[in-house]
């Protein structure tokens, strides 16, 4: 019993010296936390993050081992533990960054508070326990201050991907990369009523919160740098790569139901009653999401891999809206996320890396009402009218692989190749195929679109210390090919069918006639018509490009920063872009920063191709509406060439200080773009010989200038084991539609006072966010506060007849829709159950304010268009969060 009892207490000691404890926390010299420095046990995978207040805990297997620390913009440093359980750790600025780097800079050498050019770090884990926000546009709309972004509603595709711009420009002129890489665009364009309209863009919600380790915005034109899209700025998103630690979230969240306004009784969703097939509810847009994150290690030279997993279901919201708009709300939706980072060293010069995900997403949006008297709603489906229901999967899959090396003479080199794919199917339910009269189905496949795009990338990187103060040279190449398709739904989505059931394919055949209103039947799915075989698309493109960038450390005050980029498309042919930047340091705290530079955006696929088909019958004879891709003979009829790139020409000057705990950055910018593609409204087309009434086109019709300001304020005190932050982020905008290419065609219909006004509102003059927290060991409490400026845009009245106005200038300033500014508050308190457990119960916009209250003549069909906070009010949410 002794040698047991002796062995038992042997195991035990070795097991206690085995799980060596070691706390500790980190600062700079000025004795500010870190947040998110990687200290790894030397020579294991042992490791952790620090946190907000830059402490870390780690489990060592030997208490005279050393660990080791990495931090951007710090010199890399090993401590050793000597039996130590709790260590204070100070971190020297210094050029050592390791295999970390900031958007707007290939140097590995470079902080972003060092750039010059104005870029956000933004610390997404943080974010949404603060504000309960759970998806990424939204998170950035309140964490950005030139990031803006709106959720639409009566927009068909856009009900379910929100268009979201930075600096006002279009949701297609900011390039996305994950992990430094390019990321690929939504097969979506927008079309109809919405922001961005004309536009495609990244669906930043396709990537879950709970993967990403920080999000970098750089606000400044790097085309140069980066290729096209760039030309508002980049928006780089870096995966976590701890491993480890085990950490997840349970949320859950909803919207009150009590709109803002006088409403009479009776009216549809008000105070959420007389709900469209719904109960009557105090909240609605019921919200459940669960996450979780694992890293794991691999192998024994710091490999891993960080898996992320993320579920999300939310219900739709109501709120009121015209007769003709019932349906009025957000979208709903039921998701799953997986994502994965990872790298494994090979050798200890080359590493081999892999990161990508999945994202599967089934939504489900309302159209406009359909009256039970019109000639499009089949009567003995739907007595009462119906409203059809916009519904859609939409599947997104990414994979990125590459090779990073360190050559014998000191460059690296990274090989990478990335694929991504989104593809957006509609399904269109409680429906009808009128022109089939009893005998139509109520949901049908209505078809849908896809945009593949495969990037292979060779980058060279070498840092010089012996020149200069230290130069910095990246040079590479880039080959990119994509694929846009679009694929017909099943016939009776398209199809208008004759008095016998039959596609009308031909003149001769009779097309059913609606009792009540004497009105021939149309065809198609009610609420979206399906894609037809005419519609289908299957085209390629593919472009190389080479780039040069370089930094130049003249002293250490001056540094000077020039890029130089050639591409070739397939489609349209080279362009070239340079950019110039510098930062000069007049003193150790403050900068003076400025760059200049060219861009380009090259058209899309979908602007290039996409096209719709409406066919009507009319007296035996068929003749179609179309929105009429760029290569058709129609668009050629109108004088249209073909789309060519968008140019730009940006410059910025800024100025950066941090002292203490106060760091302050104010950066002005102007960008003129030249021939922004822009979606036109329908021109009648019969005189074409061609048998189409209407059509309508992209084309590269607008020069516009953006002039603005942002400005950043944080500051932070420590208070013995508590802290303060306080953080101010604000835009002031301006845009300027300089020219109009409208050519020979009306002005009004190439692109008239609404296009223009809309245009504009994606544009707003301000935003300005003001956040402030006080933490203890025990709880925390965040406040935040957003100010929208006021927002111009014009309704449907501005197609009425003049005759119904005194004249054309009144029928405008009737048309007008003037939202003024708003403020949105936000609030929430977190406390520490246990050391591994977190509550958080909090609300976005807890004043429940809304955009100011309009009249039923708006685009959308509600009492409001999706401008400022959007229309679905208070939302409350409460979340528990675990980690060990």
Known sequence: MKKILSLMSLLCCMAVYGQHTVTGTITDSDNIPLLGVNVIEKGTNHGAVTDFDGKFKIE??????????????????????????????????????????????????????????????????????????????????????????????????????????????????????????????????????????????????????????????????????????????????????????????????????????????????????????????????????????????????????????????????????????????????????????????????TDVYAFGGRNYRDTDAYAFTRDPEEARTVASIYPDGFTPRITSIITDGSASMGVRHELDNGWNVDFNNTFGKNRFHYFIKNTNNASLESASPTDFDAGGHSLAQNTTGLDFTKFFDGALEGINVAFGAEYRTENFQIFAGEEGSYATYDVNGLAIIGPNQETPVDSLSGEERPGGSQGFPGYSVANEVDRNRSNIGFYLDSEFNITDAILLGGAVRFENYSDFGETFNYKVATRIKLIDNLALRGSVSTGFRAPSLAQIYYNLRFTNFVGGDAREVLLSANNSPVTRGFGIGELQQETAFNASAGITFNFKGLTATIDAYSIDVKDRIVLTEYFDAEELGLNVVAAQFFANGVDTKTQGVDVVLNYRQYLGENKLTIGVAGNFNNMTIEEIHNGDLDADTFFGPREQFFLQASAPDYKIGVNAGFSTPIFNVALGLTQFSEVTILDWQSYESDDDYDSRDARFEAAKDVYEAAMVLDASVSVNILDNLTLTVGGNNILNAYPTIQDDWTDSGGYWDSVQMGTSGAYFFGRLGVKF
């Open 60 to 349: 060592v297997s030997d208490p005279n081992s050393a660990i080791s620390l990495s931090y951007i913009g710090y010199e890399s440093q090993d401590v050793k533990v000597d039996g130590q359980t709790d260590l204070a750790i100070i971190m020297n600025e210094g050029v050592d960054l390791g295999e970390v780097q900031v958007v707007g800079s290939r140097s590995y050498k470079r902080s972003s508070t060092d750039s010059p050019v104005a870029v956000d770090v933004i610390n997404i884990s943080e974010l949404p326990t603060r504000n309960g926000q759970v998806e990424i546009n939204q998170i950035l709309q309140y964490a950005a201050p030139s990031f803006n972004a709106s959720k639409q509603s009566g927009s068909d595709g856009a009900d379910h991907i929100d268009p979201a711009s930075l600096r006002g420009l279009g949701p297609d002129q900011t390039l996305v990369l994950i992990n430094g890489k390019r990321r690929h665009q939504s097969s979506l364009i927008n079309v109809f009523g919405t922001r961005g309209r004309g536009n495609t863009g990244t669906d930043l919600n396709n990537i879950p919160a709970s993967a990403i380790k920080r999000i970098e915005v750089l606000r400044d034109g790097a085309s140069a740098q980066y290729g096209s899209d760039a030309i508002a700025g980049v928006i780089n998103i870096v995966l976590k790569d701890n491993v480890g630690e085990v950490s997840g979230n349970i949320t859950y969240g909803a919207h009150s139901t009590n709109a803002a306004g006088d409403w009479e009784d009776g009216t549809p969703n008000a105070g959420g009653e007389n709900r469209l097939y719904d109960e009557d509810r105090s909240f609605d847009g019921n919200t459940i999401k669960v996450e979780a994150n694992y890293g794991l290690p691999i192998g024994e030279q710091g490999g891993f891999a960080n898996m992320t997993t993320e579920l999300l279901s939310r219900d739709r919201t109501l709120r009121p809206g015209a007769p003709w708009r019932l349906g009025y709300g957000e979208a709903g939706v039921d998701g799953f996320n997986f994502m994965i980072n990872s790298a494994v060293p090979i050798s200890d010069k």
